[in-house]
């Protein structure tokens, strides 16, 4: 190959980027998106890109920004160009090494790293193999995730809106807007609080939409038979419906109440932040705790765990659609370009970049007309990242390179 894929500098860009909106769920609130965009530059000068999506407050996850900034800066960045590696698929095996090595070091010493090495760091991991991919792909030729996945993408995508904790009385209007503009499915976030009232409102004025709704994880197993009220609204599932710490907690409390012939959820049940490795999916299919994955990138880790764990949906009758993580086109591109796999079970959470940036990080930018997007399917991401737009929403770059 002629082309050099042997990374020479790694860009670490701490960005704040203004939302158009404020988005609530059950378990927290974002003004401002504040992320990680990584470049990768070879050594011909060629660049990829990805982003490390993780949100500044631990409410999806335990990763956060402050984490993975501090990962990267010091540990998998270095790591990295030391090792000299070429190929996305060798970061997975730098970055368990590191994290091994890590919490041998921290039982030695007091300090930051002492505080953070029991927690992973998928998101941190998906952003550098997602941008030494991009690069890659770019000077192969080839689009990452057809590349990644190993079969062609469909040429167009529906739209699908999750709309945030909105007032009640705005609920209808809003979601009128998304459907006139031809949007194809809603998700509704949710809570106790008013979650069976919100899903009703929604639901009658829509009998036909598509529509499924995201707890986000804020009812308590006491709290079953309001769940199961959903099974009223013949929703396309319940995303993340129950407040437990891992899916061995669940299956606990599933098993105890089938014993009691108490479960009566009929609704396909959605699991997002539960899974976070192949290792969670696995014990979920095995213990009946799971309909249907929602897939993103960041949170399982990068393209190729995501492809393991798309072959397993496919092996077992699991159903898997597309999630995102208002973030920016750098990564929602590659959730476009996923959702564009020929099975995914819905539309997803997938609209216009207007929607949520004035400006977003890549040209042209994600755009649906009439409820659809022509998939993007040239080199590497497909488009271009604008570095005017990084540079300008940048609160700190850090340049790591080889001697």
């Known amino acids: 190959m002629q082309d050099s894929l042997l990374v020479k500098r ?29 470049e990768m530059e070879n050594e011909d000068g060629q660049k990829g890109y990805g982003e490390c999506v993780a949100f500044a407050d631990p409410f999806y996850t335990d990763e956060t920004v402050d984490l993975a900034w501090h990962r990267l800066v010091h540990h998998y960045g270095p790591a990295m160009l030391s090792a000299q590696i070429e190929r996305a698929k060798e970061i997975h095996d730098i970055a368990d090494f590191v994290h091994a090595a890590l919490g041998m070091m921290a039982s030695e010493r007091a300090g930051s790293e002492s505080e953070y090495q029991h927690i992973h760091s998928p998101m941190a991991v998906a952003g550098l193999e997602n941008a030494l991919l991009n690069l890659e792909c770019t000077v192969k030729g080839q689009n990452t995730v057809e590349y990644v996945m190993g079969e062609s993408l469909q040429d167009t995508i529906p739209c699908g809106v999750a709309i945030g904790d909105i007032p009640m009385d705005t609920l209808i209007d809003v979601v009128r807007t998304h459907v006139e503009q031809g949007c194809q499915r809603i998700k509704l976030k949710i809570k106790p609080e008013d979650g069976y009232e919100r899903t009703k409102l929604v639901r009658a004025a829509f009998p036909n939409i598509t529509l499924a709704v995201d707890a986000n994880r804020s009812y308590s197993f006491a709290q079953i038979d309001d769940v199961a009220l959903l099974n009223d609204f013949n929703l396309a599932c319940i995303e993340e419906p129950f407040d437990v710490s891992s ?157």
């Open 10 to 38: 790694i860009t670490l860009h701490r960005v704040n980027i203004p939302l158009q909106f404020t988005f609530k769920t059950a378990r927290g609130t974002v003004q401002n998106r504040e992320t990680i965009i990584i």
């Open 247 to 403: 899916v061995q907690t669940l299956a606990l409390l599933k098993q105890e109440t089938l014993s009691k012939g108490l479960w009566s959820i009929t609704t396909p049940i959605c699991l997002d932040e539960s899974i976070l490795t192949f290792e969670d999916l696995e014990y979920a299919v095995r213990h009946d705790l799971i309909d249907v994955l929602n897939i993103k990138i960041g949170r399982l880790g990068g393209l190729y765990p995501v492809k393991r764990i798309i072959d397993y949906c496919r092996d077992n009758d699991i159903k898997f659609w597309i999630g995102s993580m208002v973030e920016t086109g750098v990564s929602k591109m590659l959730h476009v370009q996923l959702a564009a796999l020929a099975d995914t079970y819905m539309a997803g959470d997938l609209s216009d970049s207007k929607r949520y940036f004035e400006d977003d990080l890549i040209v042209p930018d994600i755009t649906f007309t009439d409820g659809q997007m022509t998939v993007p399917k040239g080199p590497g991401l497909g488009v271009e990242v604008r570095p005017d737009v990084l540079s300008r929403y940048a609160v700190e770059t850090v340049v790591i390179e080889t001697l």
